[in-house]
């Protein structure tokens, strides 16, 4: 596609559920980042891929939070175990190499 | 570690005036600055970059100037639209090390016919 996709837009899940969101990058572009949005917030980092390697998960906010990117395209961030404050928007962007990231628009994941 | 402020909004201002929303940074070495825009339901688009000192990034008439002396990026623009409505993000990439994006945390700005 001619953007970054994401997928589900919209996640409802009940507390304690697992979920996984779902990036489409560009095509081509070798870096990929994932951000959590706070609603009124700014985006912030969670991890960030080259090719399939995840070369930084610092902002992972806790071990329920995981990333994959198998095959250096498609990414998957995995969350185990919800809580209320995960609830944000789920932002992913790629980049070709130290270009400008491109982002997706976004899963707006609710807790209840 | 880095950090971005900008002023907080939201900023009303009625069609054909000036805007100026400012944003500082703290960050080592020589950053590169960004802005960012949020339309309503869409995601965050580019809207101009700068990677050195000095460099001034324009697009669609907002214009934003890497100011090192003052650690500013300030957005200005001379005419607003009702179509600029939006939120506006600062952000800084740092020239080594994480290459992730440091975010401000938006300035919503609201254009009046």
């Known amino acids: 596609g001619a953007g970054v996709s994401q997928s589900p837009r919209y996640k409802v899940a009940k507390r304690g559920q697992d979920v996984a969101l779902r990036c489409d990058p560009i095509?081509?572009?070798?870096?990929l980042f994932w951000y959590q949005q706070a609603l009124g917030q700014g985006p912030e980092f969670l991890t960030y891929?080259?090719?399939?390697?995840?070369?930084?998960k610092s902002g992972l906010p806790s071990d329920r939070f995981f990333a994959e990117r198998p095959e250096g395209s498609v990414s998957t961030l995995k969350i185990q175990r919800t809580q209320q404050e995960d609830s944000a928007v789920y932002l992913c962007?790629?980049?070709?190499?130290?270009?400008?990231?491109?982002f997706g628009q976004g899963t707006r994941l609710t807790v209840v | 570690g880095d950090s971005v402020t900008q002023m907080e909004g939201p900023v009303t201002l009625s069609e054909e005036a000036f805007l100026t929303i400012n944003c500082t940074y703290t960050?080592?070495?020589?950053?590169?600055l960004f802005w960012y825009v949020q339309y309503p339901g869409e995601g965050l688009q580019l809207l101009l970059k700068?990677?050195?000192?000095?460099d001034k990034g324009s697009n669609k008439g907002f214009e934003a100037t890497y100011r090192k002396e003052t650690t500013s990026f300030h957005l200005e623009k001379g005419s607003v639209q009702v179509s600029d409505s939006a939120v506006y993000f600062c952000a800084l990439s740092p020239d080594t090390g994480r290459r992730a994006l440091t975010f401000g945390s938006g300035t919503r700005l609201q254009v009046q016919p």
């Open positions: 700068a990677t050195k000192a000095d």
């Open positions: 891929f080259q090719n399939e390697a995840q070369l930084d």
């Open positions: 960050a080592t070495g020589y950053p590169s």
């Open positions: 962007a790629s980049s070709f190499d130290r270009g400008p990231a491109f």
């Open positions: 095509s081509g572009h070798v870096s």
